[in-house]
């Protein structure tokens, strides 16, 4: 109840902003999978403007920085506008705008200041409207790349259609396709995921995706002893889970993302298994790095001291409620725990159930 859901949903809000569904209006429908805006703005005040600022910087190129900023506001009868949406790259010295808002209309420039395009509505985001030619493009596509995943092993157990595997979706109901996608497409990434199970389940054979005669597919798992497959429906929830994650951690950089948010990965895994998932994780990271790749940016929200005890301080954010505001603290910028853990008095995990990673802690 600290918000840390929250801080991962507000990435996918500007997400839905900026790329929603066909036919959709990004704002509105952004707003409509949350129920509305009276259950978007904060609830502890009467403020009826959202704002939301991103900074960062091309990994590819880190000398080219953006500044990006959305402001939404409603009205009477809650009609909800777009007040101001601005994105500016840091060129040599200095800051240019790539979106110009006025009366209602959006303009996109380019850094030497040409038109490349308008928009008029209110309730659309000028990253939805990006083209190639934009110099804004780059960073559209990286907000529409965006990847959250809530894994459900329940919903991961039932056939899933052959042709919706390309992406694994937000709770993992089209797992048994997605593996199917990997078993045939990315064929190094499946392998790799099989030889980890292996390693992890000594009686594992192979996972394998079994397609049916009405256009679906369906996991089974082959066993030492056993004489026949079984099938996805007879997998552990654990079984499920780790398979998902690595099924995230090998995808080739096509299908995957250079951001991916994942709820609670240690729900349903032996806590042992938590330093396997981060070890393999930092492992594909260097291998991305030592390719001249982009290693992907991973944000989590945890309870488990099992996984925290796998970060390093200055990977960690802490978040805490006070008077309903959800307040995030980086622990790293305190020297005592610095020392703490150098000195290895003390575990990160164990700061973290001892609550030492808040305000004047």
């Not at 500007?14 to 509305?36: I, M, T």
Request: charged letters at 25%; a negative charge.
């Amino acid at each position: 109840m600290s918000g840390k859901s929250n801080i991962l949903d507000v990435l996918r809000f500007l997400r839905e902003v900026c790329f929603p569904p066909a036919s959709w209006q990004g704002l509105s429908y952004a707003l409509a999978q949350r129920g509305g805006v009276n259950e978007v703005f904060w609830k502890g005040g009467e403020d009826k403007l959202i704002s939301i600022a991103l900074e960062g910087f091309d990994a590819k190129d880190p000398k080219t920085k953006y500044k990006y900023l959305l402001q939404v506001i409603a009205g009477q009868g809650d009609w909800v506008s777009t007040q101001e949406e601005s994105l500016k790259v840091l060129v040599p010295e200095k800051e240019v705008d790539l979106i110009l808002r006025q009366q209602g209309n959006i303009t996109l420039l380019n850094t030497d200041g040409k038109n490349v395009g308008g928009i008029g509505q209110s309730g659309v985001s000028a990253l939805q409207y990006a083209s190639p030619g934009w110099d804004g493009y780059k960073f559209a596509q990286w907000v529409e790349s965006w990847r959250f995943y809530h894994l459900l092993p329940p919903k991961m157990k039932e056939p899933s259609s052959m042709s919706l595997g390309e992406v694994l979706t937000k709770e993992g109901e089209n797992f048994s396709a997605w593996l199917m996608w990997l078993q045939t497409k990315a064929p190094e990434a499946f392998v790799r995921l099989n030889e980890v199970l292996r390693d992890v389940y000594p009686d594992v054979l192979q996972i394998k995706s079994h397609p049916t005669g009405d256009g679906k597919v369906y996991l089974q798992i082959v066993e030492n002893g056993l004489k026949r497959p079984a099938t996805v429906w007879q997998m552990s929830d654990g079984f499920l889970a780790l398979a998902a994650l690595l099924s995230l951690i090998y995808a080739p950089p096509e299908q995957s993302s250079e951001v991916v948010c994942v709820e609670e990965p240690e729900n349903h895994l032996h806590p042992r298994l938590l330093e396997t998932v981060v070890a393999l994780l930092r492992q594909v990271q260097q291998e991305a790095l030592a390719s001249n790749g982009v290693s992907p940016q991973i944000l989590l929200t945890t309870h488990s001291p099992y996984l925290v005890n796998q970060l390093s301080l200055d990977e960690v954010i802490w978040i805490e409620k006070k008077d309903g505001a959800s307040k995030a603290y980086r622990p790293a910028d305190k020297q005592h725990l610095k020392e703490l853990i150098e000195n290895k008095d003390l575990g990160l995990g164990e700061l973290m159930v001892m609550g030492a990673l808040g305000e004047d802690k």
